[in-house]
């Protein structure tokens, strides 16, 4: 089977038929979007799916306007196959990703393929309500409402928890519950599809990034917070309330320094940007030089976490832990630099391949947000 397709899952869904049948429509569509067209036959070798299942799905997906048939191609003899594509034309999905400071919008069409992006700072205060459904009304105006999938809104979790202490740095309070994407729903009348940063990265460097060939790997996603995105088999994994991957709070040293989530010692007191400037003042007003002071909060940073990708790559055997988010990049060289020799592990025969560096920088989850639309319309209803 190719590269960055997905196997069939032993067991899965052993509850519920209709989402074995929205993985494979996710499978297919996965093949057609590394393929560009394929066959109904060449769908069915790449899938493992039987040939009368690519059938239905197919008719499933055409019906719908989600892929069409792209004619017969070429054949010296015989009936030339009919080739079948996504129908890119036939509609977008909007994303956007935002924290306290900042916001990436990125509209895509059904392939996947970037149409615009917009970026900007975030309103300082005010309706957060009134600020999502204007930018999407903005993008709608011009690319037609009628013709939107729907808005994947992302931002720093986690949802619908209470840390005794602060807000999650660089989290927006009012966006860290689910009932936002109900009321950006109803204010913008599109569907909203509410999903943290670090998982919607990861989405996004599988269908655009670093891990288009993989299936099985761990996000890393640094910003104001520290996150984690799980995939799976080539499928997020969110956990029971969908807050799975909070990688920051992994605590590195019970002793250590106390997080605003109740313990001690948890990874983002460490190597979260916020950390990195609490940590650099500190040694500013003690006194010491900057550039002295910012290469030791590179070691301990880079420390701290090597600890925690030692309990991932334990924990998960992934193919490959891809380092990204929202900081500088230049910053995430010097961390991936210190990285090179990671602690022994399940995984330390693959070497300095066990780790990458996202090319996508900070876009990497607004790629992601608008894909979620694409992904919940082109995987659900009856096959």
């Not at 196997?7 to 049948?21: D, H, I, K, L, T």
């Not at 205060?125 to 009628?146: C, K, P, V």
């Not at 070691?299 to 490959?320: K, M, Q, V, Y």
Request: include cysteine.
């Amino acid at each position: 089977m190719p590269d960055g397709i997905p196997s069939p899952r032993p067991g899965f869904s052993a509850n519920s038929a209709s989402r074995v049948r929205h993985h494979n429509r996710r499978v297919l569509l996965h093949a057609l979007r590394l393929e560009g067209s394929l066959s109904r036959a060449e769908l069915a070798r790449a899938t493992g799916l039987t040939p009368q299942a690519i059938a239905n799905i197919v008719d499933d997906l055409i019906g719908a306007g989600l892929v069409r048939e792209a004619g017969r191609r070429k054949a010296k003899r015989g009936q030339p196959p009919i080739e079948i594509e996504i129908a890119k034309d036939g509609g977008y999905a909007l994303g956007i990703r935002i924290d306290s400071s900042h916001f990436h919008a990125a509209a895509a069409d059904l392939g996947g393929d970037i149409i615009e992006t917009r970026e900007g700072p975030a309103p300082a205060q005010g309706d957060w309500l009134d600020f999502l459904s204007a930018l999407y009304a903005d993008f709608a105006g011009r690319f037609g409402a009628e013709r939107c999938l729907g808005l994947g809104l992302v931002t720093p979790g986690p949802f619908d928890v209470t840390w005794p202490g602060v807000p999650t740095p660089g989290a927006v309070p009012a966006l860290q519950s689910r009932a936002i994407a109900e009321a950006l729903a109803d204010k913008t009348g599109t569907d909203v599809l509410l999903e943290n940063d670090a998982t919607a990265a990861a989405l996004g460097e599988k269908l655009y990034g670093e891990a288009l060939s993989l299936n099985d790997f761990f996000y890393v996603f640094i910003g104001e917070g520290v996150g984690g995105g799980i995939v799976i088999r080539g499928e997020p994994y969110r956990g029971n309330r969908g807050n799975a991957g909070e990688f920051g709070h992994a605590v590195i040293d019970p002793n250590g320094p106390s997080c605003y989530c109740g313990n001690r010692g948890c990874l983002g007191e460490y190597l979260s940007l916020s950390a990195m400037r609490r940590d650099l003042a500190l040694a500013e007003a003690q006194g010491k030089d900057a550039t002295a002071a910012r290469d030791a909060w590179i070691r301990r940073a880079a420390e701290a976490l090597s600890i925690g990708l030692t309990t991932i790559e334990n924990l998960f055997d992934p193919e490959r832990i891809i380092l990204g988010g929202a900081a500088p990049v230049a910053l995430l060289e010097e961390l991936a630099r210190h990285l090179r020799l990671l602690r022994p592990s399940v995984r330390q025969d693959f070497g300095d391949d066990r780790l990458r560096l996202s090319q996508l920088g900070e876009r990497s989850a607004a790629l992601g947000a608008s894909a979620l639309p694409i992904l919940a319309a082109t995987t659900s209803g009856p096959a």
